[in-house]
């Protein structure tokens, strides 16, 4: 269990906001952190990595308290056995892709599970590479099993893929759900990607101004109980057009554009540009404003 | 002819050792101004630049000062270390360190500086400690930045004058110099002497200049 309170002052493009948030994380979550860019997600992620320091609050892990203003602990950044993956992979510039990953390693003799990890991402031909030879997809494996050879306690990503192209990110997607299965530690990401929330989370956190506004599992945050559904994706509203007494939605998902019915009554609600869900219940598709 | 070549060797054994020094200080000066959120750093800095806008004789006014065996400080280290600092080897390496330190530390601080503070965060994110972070992450990324510190630090300790005069006072193989050999044989009116002096040092401070451009032009900017 991992206990979360703290409080700071923000200065963003928008003016000086208060961030306050309160909340805990049960072992094995998959958190996602979502809202619009300057409501303080990743000063949230850094607060709990101890790179940055809340004015005051209390973070505790399992039976380790991280930082606990009232008493004066500040467990530094090092000590805290946390993992972190930056939005620009941070990967070390002199250093071979193995070495890189080496480097990470708390105790040398574990090299062999270099290997694997190389593995599982596909990499073992590269690791040889310097990571200026490698592309932006490449990187980001790399760094997210760097951070993992690390056998963090809490694993933290700052909107990893947001640099990628979507079909990468999609890939990627897969490969962090398959490392998060494969050995279950918390962990939060911060995103502005809906798709991204819904494929991998299973608590979602949503933040505005300083303030988590709505907290839950996604489809109960987006109204989606009734919602079973085999697929689920998350697009923009392309065009919607009258045909007779039935509006065809045209939705782009990702690179691709689906049509998708709905009466006049929905449609009248929405707009060109909406972000809508997508989801199949049973046979039919059915669409919905989140 | 036959030319004396112990100015020429005192001169890079001087330099030699002064690099080695500022090598040694320097790192962690130039670290502890760029990272430490402490005021006194405001106070450092200038003074490690003193030498570029002060006239060396102003520092080997005061070092002689402070070090003469008249001295409190001078006297000290005579009578309980037998150590003499006026008219010594040491003399003139204590002057060049500090004559020199502002070629050293100012590229190993505009490196540091602009060094990305998020590769810093990740290694201390993997566990590493200041200090591993400093000889494993940063310095193999600042190479250029080190080189120019280690180039110029000895280039310019090769060039000085004014200092090692005042506090070395011209000792023939003890303190005598190449550019205070120059000096003196051209007072004397021995031109080839300062001829040969001269030519030495003017061909290794081009060598030594070009050499650097070349590298730091080889090295790849990956930052």
């Keep these: ?290 | 002819m036959n030319f004396d070549l112990s100015p020429l060797l005192l001169t890079f054994k001087l330099a030699a050792t002064t690099t080695l020094i500022l090598i040694i200080i320097g790192v962690p000066l130039a670290y502890w101004v760029v990272f430490t959120p402490r005021k006194l750093k405001y106070l450092v800095e200038p003074l490690i630049s003193m030498p570029l806008v002060l006239p060396p004789t102003v520092l080997g006014f005061y070092i002689l000062l402070f070090f003469s065996p008249q001295s409190w400080l001078g006297n000290f280290l005579e009578t309980f270390f037998h150590i003499k600092i006026v008219f010594t080897f040491l003399g003139l390496v204590i002057g060049s360190v500090l004559f020199s330190l502002p070629f050293m530390v100012n590229p190993i601080k505009a490196g540091l500086q602009s060094f990305p503070q998020s590769l810093i965060e990740a290694s201390y994110s993997l566990g590493k400690s200041k200090r591993e972070t400093l000889f494993k992450v940063i310095l193999p990324n600042i190479k250029p930045s080190l080189l120019t510190g280690i180039v110029m630090g000895f280039a310019h300790t090769v060039g000085e004058f004014g200092v090692v005069l005042m506090i070395g006072g011209s000792i023939p193989g003890v303190t005598r110099t190449a550019s205070i050999a120059i000096f003196n044989d051209v007072e004397a009116l021995n031109y080839a002497n300062a001829h040969f002096y001269a030519g030495i040092l003017f061909v290794t401070a081009f060598v030594i200049l070009f050499t650097l451009n070349i590298l730091n032009r080889k090295t790849v900017k990956i930052i």
Aim: net charge neutral.
């Design chain 1, 1 to 290: 269990m991992i206990i979360i309170k703290a409080k700071k002052r923000l200065i963003t493009s928008q003016g000086s906001i208060s961030l306050e948030v309160d909340f805990k994380i049960a072992d094995k979550e998959l958190i996602a952190l979502y809202g619009p860019s300057g409501a303080g997600k990743t000063t949230i992620l850094r607060m709990i990595a101890g790179l940055t320091d809340p004015d005051e609050g209390f973070i505790k892990v399992d039976d380790e308290v991280w930082f606990d203003s009232g008493k004066g602990i500040n467990k530094p950044v090092q000590k805290r056995r946390i993992s972190y993956v930056f939005q620009d992979y941070n990967l070390f510039p002199h250093m071979t892709v193995r070495e890189n990953l080496e480097y990470a390693l708390q105790n040398p003799k574990d090299y062999n599970l270099i290997d694997d990890a190389l593995e599982m991402v596909h990499l073992t031909a590269l690791s040889h590479c310097k990571p200026d030879k490698l592309s932006g997809g490449q990187k980001q494996r790399v760094a997210l099993i760097r951070a993992l050879l690390h056998k963090p306690k809490i694993f933290l990503l700052d909107e990893p893929l947001s640099s990628l192209d979507l079909e990468l990110r999609l890939k990627l997607q897969d490969e962090i759900l398959a490392i998060y299965h494969r050995f279950k530690i918390p962990t939060i990401f911060v995103t502005h990607d809906l798709s991204e929330v819904f494929k991998l989370s299973n608590q979602i956190l949503i933040l505005e101004q300083g303030k988590i506004v709505r907290a839950g599992k996604p489809e109960e945050i987006f109204g989606q109980e009734i919602l079973s559904g085999e697929f689920k994706f998350v697009g923009n509203i392309l065009e919607l057009k009258l045909e007779d007494f039935l509006y065809i939605v045209t939705v782009q998902i990702g690179h691709n554009c689906t049509k998708v019915i709905a009466t006049e009554e929905e449609a009248r609600e929405w707009r060109v540009g909406d972000k809508v869900l997508v989801a199949a219940k049973a046979f039919n598709p059915i669409i919905m404003k989140v």
